[in-house]
């Protein structure tokens, strides 16, 4: 199965897809997760990508879809997996649909996970990131153990260089611009689009997800 979970910045599709990911034995593709590891690693695609990033843009499409068609070229044909933050656009969107048609897969389901701006500004400004291993930790809920390390590695936790106030009002407008067009785009679908309220509970949500699919 192929699932899309698209939302807002913020609205837990990082926390979702791993769930989501470890529960099925899916592959979670997160873009954002590949490039803050090609940055950490000083590629040229990190470097590239980092400019867009910390300015709350988003990355060109042609460096976004090689890299999502090299991660799934390499994978299993009977794997599934959760897109998590691609598609972004619409030309994003038309490149995976031809991607997954060469490798004899569709979209199977596109999960919409909505919550108030407020409540997206309070998630990203508690978020803490380990810089290191790409675990997620929150100071209002799921806190590390030890204030400001790394429950899994050790290694000191950072605020994404992103999630400051300016650039997250960027990234909110780029995705109301840019991003929200595509639940048109799926509407077109039968049976594809599966609106989830992400404003409840980490379990909650996951479940009202694991139903919708
Ligand atoms: P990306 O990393 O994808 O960021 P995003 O879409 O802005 O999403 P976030 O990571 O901010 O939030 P999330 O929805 O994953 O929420 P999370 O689970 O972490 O992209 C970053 C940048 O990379 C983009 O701006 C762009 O430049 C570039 N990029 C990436 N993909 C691209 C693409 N396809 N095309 C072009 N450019 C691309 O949760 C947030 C916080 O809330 C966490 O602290 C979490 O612990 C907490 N939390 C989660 N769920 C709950 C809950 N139910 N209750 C309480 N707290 C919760």
Redesign the pocket.
Known sequence: MNVI?L???????????VLLAEGKGWKHM????I??ANRREGTPLGQE?QK??D???????DL?VAM?KDTLAALPQDQGVVF??????VP?AGALDLALEQLSRNVDRVVV?EAEDAVLVK??A????CPDCGS???V???APKEEGVCDKCGAALVH?P??NPETVQN?LA??REQTEPLIRFYEGREGVIARIP?????D??QKGIVTAL
């Open positions: 979970l939302g807002p910045p913020g609205v837990g599709k990082g926390t979702q897809g997160a873009t954002g997760d490039l803050r990508a867009y990033m300015a709350g843009e988003l990355v060109p499409d976004i999502v998590d933050g691609f598609p972004r656009t994003q996970l998630r990203i508690g978020r803490r990131s997620v930790f929150n209002f809920m799921n994404r992103d999630d990234r780029v995705y992400g404003e409840g509970g980490v909650e949500n």
